[in-house]
């Protein structure tokens, strides 16, 4: 049974919700069932509870109407998207705990299980990519399909990352048949980039070094340096890719400053490097080629914890 449309039809009101600093998977999951369920349940109540949604995704229909301000609104349903755990909801996570009935839909390993229902698919490329399974194809419409085609190139590296398989590439070629535009959402999403943006990177490429015989790069933003090339987090898009990438490494660790004393930590592996492992252990999250937590202390500390984890694995 089709668990997630028998609560949608049973509700009156429904409430979306992803996690802190929607990334694209997040916002086009959150949207894509917005669109699906406004699309062709037009006597329905339905919000997303999320943090502003930065420019280069506003096209996707609905993100204007996104409530980044928490309320104490019951509602009938409560569906959870991309997010590996109640706290990653920040703010918001009072208002999904008080509806009536919850569903968690998710692809990260780290999950352990939350709502009343609850549905992970950790082989997925995208929290996108599961909940297209659960919708009816032919009542899927181009605006939905925007969405959802949106979080599966932002999660796949644009379909190059391991977690890209036969059924992504089968979904996603089904989506294109709605008639969305492949290129503009590509180019204007994922490369697209500012002046400063450009910038910023070329400073953290400039002050990166490598470990353990090259197999490790790292870098770090600091709070002078997102105020020196007039950038923030929402520029740090796409640096750790080209970290990444970089001849000979395994491991690309990308930090930047979001307080005093608190630091945001990005980990992309190559081959067989467990990142998903690393960040768990700091109250994160991910994938095993992708993942992140946010961390108190000094960047120099932590990062020396990370690289002794790093070793273990490599041992």
């Not at 008639?179 to 180019?187: K, N, P």
């Not at 608190?262 to 980990?267: A, I, R, T």
Request: hydrophobic share 35%; aromatic share 12%; proline share 1%.
């Amino acid at each position: 049974m089709n668990k997630l449309i028998e609560k949608i039809e049973e509700a009156e009101s429904i409430a979306i919700f992803g996690h802190l600093n929607p990334d694209g998977d997040c916002i086009g999951s959150c949207f894509g069932l917005w669109n699906y369920i406004k699309d062709n349940y037009e006597d329905k109540e339905v919000n997303v509870y999320l943090q502003p949604i930065i420019e280069k995704f506003r096209f996707i229909r609905g993100t204007d109407s996104v409530i980044s301000i928490p309320d104490d609104k019951v509602y009938d349903l409560g569906i959870s998207l991309d997010c590996g755990d109640t706290d990653r909801h920040g703010d918001f996570g009072s208002i999904y705990k008080n509806a009536k009935y919850t569903i968690c839909f998710d692809h990260h390993r780290s999950n352990e299980g939350f709502g009343d229902f609850f549905y992970c698919e950790p082989e997925s490329s995208s929290c996108c990519e599961v909940l297209f399974n659960f919708l009816d194809y032919d009542k899927i419409s181009k605006e939905c399909a925007e969405a959802l085609y949106l979080g599966i190139v932002h999660d796949t590296g644009v379909f190059k990352y391991e977690a890209t398989t036969e059924a992504t590439m089968t979904i996603a070629g089904k989506l294109l048949s709605k008639g969305i535009h492949s290129q503009s959402i590509i180019d204007e999403t994922f490369y697209k980039v500012s002046y400063n943006q450009n910038r910023l990177t070329g400073r953290v490429l400039l002050d990166s070094k490598l470990y353990m015989d090259g197999k490790v790069i790292a870098s770090c933003i600091t709070k002078e340096i997102f105020d020196e090339y007039e950038t923030s987090k929402d520029d740090t898009d796409g640096i750790i890719d080209k970290m990444r990438v970089t001849d000979g490494v395994e491991v690309a660790v990308l930090a930047y400053q979001k307080g005093e004393d608190l630091f945001k930590y990005s980990l992309r592996s190559v081959n067989y490097i467990d990142v998903s492992a690393i960040a768990v252990s700091f109250g994160g999250g991910g994938h095993i080629r992708a993942a992140g937590f946010d961390a108190k202390g000094s960047y120099e500390d932590n990062f020396k914890i990370i690289l002794d984890m790093i070793e273990k694995q490599m041992r």
